[in-house]
């Protein structure tokens, strides 16, 4: 399984970076499965540089705010428009909250209740009940954050992705992570700067959750917006994570 930061700027895009988007990709049956992990503001361009819009097998969106699923609205674009592509296409299952269909319609400017549906088979997720896309299981636990959102355990090649979405500290993040092969986790707030509860994670908070959840073997820092210092971050969660400390770069590639 491999793991390519499409977008990892946290709550807008920054001059180096889109808005959250990952793509989960592995071998099966013959053909590169492709999962596309949130499609925030800015991540619908730089996604075609690592695959074309209709290799996508299916997208999941952790919650609706912007940063994390406003270029679906391109994606549908994409998806009726384009004037080259000889083969009806068909449609991209979109996993997500309840409200996703209504959301993006409300957001392009459509009527319900056709909406996006003739692009997108809209799927809503349910708290830690397991789905399949191909060779992926994919796992959503609700967690801590002002809207209806969820982190997402990726397992594939007896391999574990634990993905935090916007969080704060939760007791989902402990079965999320819990024997992950890489935590990719939010690390938005800096200690001694933010002080709200209930949002996102600090990079020494990500640590303690993956820490807490035991058996994981990597951890990387996504989502800082571009006024966070990464160094503070990877500095924070040194403090408690007993190993590497990696920061999630744009256009990078990782295995699992």
Not at 100 to 123: K, N, V
Not at 164 to 191: K, N
Not at 222 to 240: E, G, I, K, M
């Amino acid at each position: 399984m491999r793991l390519t930061a499409v977008g990892c700027s946290g709550s807008f895009p920054g001059p180096a970076s889109p808005a959250s988007c990952y793509l989960v990709q592995t071998q099966h049956d013959g053909r590169t499965w492709s999962l596309v992990l949130d499609l925030g503001n800015g991540a619908l361009g730089a996604l075609q540089r690592h695959l074309p819009v209709r290799a996508i097998d299916a997208v999941v969106l952790s919650h609706l705010h912007a940063d994390h699923c406003l270029d679906l609205c391109g994606l549908y674009v994409a998806q009726k428009y384009c004037p080259h592509c000889t083969a009806p296409h068909s449609r991209i299952p979109v996993h997500g909250p309840a409200a996703t269909a209504a959301r993006m319609a409300s957001a392009y400017g459509l009527g319900e209740p056709e909406g996006m549906t003739g692009e997108f088979d809209f799927r809503t997720m349910t708290d830690r009940e397991p789905f399949e896309v191909g060779p992926f299981t994919i796992t959503p636990f609700r967690v801590n954050h002002p809207v209806e959102a969820f982190g997402v355990r990726v397992e594939a090649d007896g391999k574990v992705l634990a993905y935090t979405g916007d969080t704060d500290t939760c007791d989902a993040l402990l079965p999320l992570c819990r024997d992950a092969d890489l935590v990719l986790a939010d690390s938005a707030f800096v200690e001694g700067r933010d002080d709200a509860s209930g949002i996102h994670l600090t990079g020494r908070r990500a640590a303690r959750a993956a820490v807490d959840a035991g058996g994981v073997r990597r951890l990387m820092l996504t989502h800082l917006p571009p006024w966070n210092d990464p160094d503070v971050c990877r500095a924070q969660a040194a403090q408690v994570w007993p190993g590497e400390v990696e920061l999630a770069a744009p256009d990078t590639s990782y295995q699992l």
